[in-house]
């Protein structure tokens, strides 16, 4: 099974930077996902990582240490569209490889 | 990115009938699909994997019997909620695998059962 968890919520200011954490637990690790979700909506993809270190997209890096069941989402200049929930999902190693989802953290961007 | 779509978008049905979704890969061939399902201010928990030609692999707790899953081509699933009741309302959403690749989602749909 896994375990994933990630805070409830943030707070950070426009233009700012912030860094939403993720630990996880699991019997089999086969990669990490961070999705974006805005109220209503169906998740966006925003990362993949597999192997150790950052990975860097525009405004938007994912970290990942398996040794240490420990990712990050770091966003930069924040925007007030980036106001939303970050979930973090975990692939697992069986057959169908399923993503089990954390709970997600919903960010609040404010001026 | 992939696309994949699902239809309807929003469905409000009376207690007891049956609702079908469907969920579609647009532009690639998707031998497994995921279905999810999120309650308000919940995150996504998943209820069953779909894969091409065969039987679905439920989730703990999610009755088998009552959400069926069928995967009749590479680009097509669909989930019947049968015998439909107000706490099945939710949001339900699919999601396809790229082939050794990460999992693109459809739109959702919201179901609301009166």
């Known amino acids: 099974g896994q375990n994933i968890d990630q805070p409830t919520e943030m707070t950070a200011t426009e233009g700012a930077i912030v860094q939403i954490n993720c630990t996880y637990q699991?019997?089999?690790?086969?990669?990490l996902f961070w999705y974006q979700q805005h109220a209503g909506e169906a998740p966006t993809f925003l990362s993949y990582n597999v192997l150790d270190g950052l990975e860097e997209k525009g405004r938007f890096s994912s970290f990942l240490s398996r040794s240490k069941g420990y990712s990050y989402l770091l966003l930069k200049e924040l925007q007030m569209k980036d106001s939303a929930s970050y979930l973090c999902?975990?692939?697992?190693?069986?057959?169908?490889?399923?993503?089990?989802f954390g709970t997600g953290t919903k960010l609040q961007v404010i001026p | 990115g992939a696309v994949v779509s699902q239809h309807p978008s929003r469905v409000i049905c009376k207690s007891g009938t049956s609702v079908k979704i469907e969920c579609r890969s647009l532009?690639?061939?998707?031998?497994?699909m995921f279905w999810y399902r999120q309650f308000p201010k919940q995150s996504l928990m998943l209820m069953a994997t779909s894969n091409e030609g065969s039987k679905a692999t439920y989730e703990q707790g999610v009755e088998k019997d009552k959400f069926l899953i069928n995967h009749a081509s590479l680009t097509l699933s669909t989930l019947t909620v049968t015998s439909a009741h107000p706490e099945d309302s939710s949001f339900y959403i699919c999601s396809a695998r790229v082939m050794g690749e990460t999992q693109y989602f459809g739109p959702g749909t919201r179901l609301l059962v009166l």
């Open positions: 699991t019997s089999g690790f086969n990669g």
């Open positions: 999902a975990v692939r697992d190693l069986g057959g169908y490889q399923k993503v089990t």
């Open positions: 532009d690639f061939q998707a031998t497994t």
